[in-house]
C-alpha cells in the first residue's frame, strides 16, 4: 500500500481527531475514508449510517427529555447539564469555548 505523507494545520488538525474519535476511528482511517468520499462518483456521504443512527437518537432523546420534563424538571436540568459537560469534554459543542 502507498504510503502518503503531509501537513495540517493545527485547527485542521484538533477538528480531524475529534471527528476521528467520535466516529470511533483512527486518523489515518477516518482520512482514508474522506479520500474515498472525495473521489466516489456518487458523491454520497460515506458515514450516511452514523447520520442516520443520530438522527433516530436525537428524536428518541427528544420524546425522553419532553417526558421527563413535564414529570421533574429538576430531573431534566440535571440531566441536561450532564449531557452538556460529558459533550464539552469530547469537543462535540459548538464554539470555540464549548457553549
Known sequence: MPKIN??????????????????NLSMSSL????????????RRYVFSSQDEILATSIQILS???TSVGQ???????????????????RGLLGGEDGQ
Do not use: C, Y
Open 71 to 89: 414529570q421533574s424538571p429538576k430531573a431534566l436540568e440535571q440531566g441536561m447539564a450532564q449531557a452538556r459537560t460529558i459533550l464539552a469534554e
Open 31 to 42: 482520512i482514508r475514508h474522506l479520500l474515498q468520499q472525495a473521489v466516489d462518483e456518487r
Open 6 to 23: 503531509f501537513r495540517l494545520d493545527g485547527s485542521l488538525h484538533t477538528v480531524l481527531m475529534r471527528r476521528a474519535r467520535g466516529a
Open 63 to 65: 420524546i425522553l427529555a
